[in-house]
């Protein structure tokens, strides 16, 4: 087993700086939390998505705020040195900063070391709330899952020009706000890699090309476990690979050598 020296925020921002890509994958469970990072990922995150891999839902909305403690105590139990991220999920942070905040402190109190929460522009006074009273924040733009019925369906974001500049201009505020990292979900690689230089903060993206900070997939979904059929930016690690843990080892690899994603395969 190896020792790892504990991931930290100050790492991370050294890392985006430096040039030294990001490895994150989803994490549910404690099990999985040991192989990941035993495998060099080096932050995990309990997204919302485990409504739709474990949960059997159609969408992130129906997961509740207890669901989502439950699997970030699960993780945190798993972990040693990786960094540990959890999704606030939908209705536990929209009514207003002082309710976020109380979701937030239940997800650091499981283990979180970070919440992350989607959207732009309203999104800023909440992030600064919670991160002036000492919790780090993540955010995410682009797709933004928890409410894809109003973006009219799981579609690339930010394709013009407006767009784009609507959502580096919510990226900066969410900045100024004291967002720590950034998620960023389908959006062109050219805008992602525009982002990820303009930020001083670790960008991770998912479809979202080469150029960001690191990257993040859902951990079912790279081990070909999801059914049905998959956005074009995931990538079947298990082809080839021995075992899961060998299939996580590269895909650690491939973002370090930023071998994966590839424009012409996984991304926009
Ligand atoms: O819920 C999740 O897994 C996420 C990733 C897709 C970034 O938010």
């Not at 993780?75 to 109380?102: E, M």
């Not at 006074?125 to 109003?150: K, N, S």
């Not at 859902?218 to 080839?240: C, I, Q, S």
């Amino acid at each position: 087993m190896t020792e790892r020296k504990p991931m930290s925020l100050q790492r991370l921002l050294d890392m985006h700086a430096s040039g030294d890509k990001i490895t994150m994958l989803t994490c549910y469970d404690a099990a999985f939390a040991t192989l990941l990072e035993e495998a060099g990922v080096e932050t995990l995150l309990v997204g919302d998505s485990l409504g739709m891999v474990l949960q059997g839902q159609a969408s992130t909305v129906p997961v509740l705020l207890d669901e989502m403690v439950y699997h970030t105590a699960c993780v945190a139990r798993g972990r040693k040195s990786a960094w540990l991220i959890a999704d606030l999920p939908f209705g536990s942070y929209q009514q207003s900063p002082q309710q976020a905040w109380a979701s937030a402190l239940r997800l650091v109190q499981a283990g979180a070391h970070m919440v992350k929460l989607e959207g732009g522009g309203w999104t800023a006074a909440t992030v600064r709330f919670l991160v002036e009273r000492g919790i780090p924040v993540c955010a995410h733009l682009g797709l933004t899952p928890q409410t894809v019925t109003m973006l009219g369906g799981y579609k690339v974001q930010g394709r013009n020009e407006a767009a784009a500049n609507l959502l580096k201009q919510h990226a900066q505020e969410l900045v100024e706000a004291g967002a720590q990292m950034l998620v960023l979900e389908m959006v062109p690689a050219a805008l992602a890699a525009e982002v990820t230089r303009m930020l001083p903060i670790p960008v991770i993206g998912i479809g979202a090309g080469v150029g960001c900070s690191g990257q993040v997939l859902v951990l079912h979904d790279m081990l070909n476990v999801t059914p049905g059929r998959l956005p074009r930016f995931v990538k079947n690690f298990m082809l080839g690979a021995a075992s899961v843990q060998e299939a996580v080892r590269h895909y650690v690899a491939e973002v370090k050598a930023q071998t994966f994603p590839q424009d012409d395969l996984h991304s926009y």
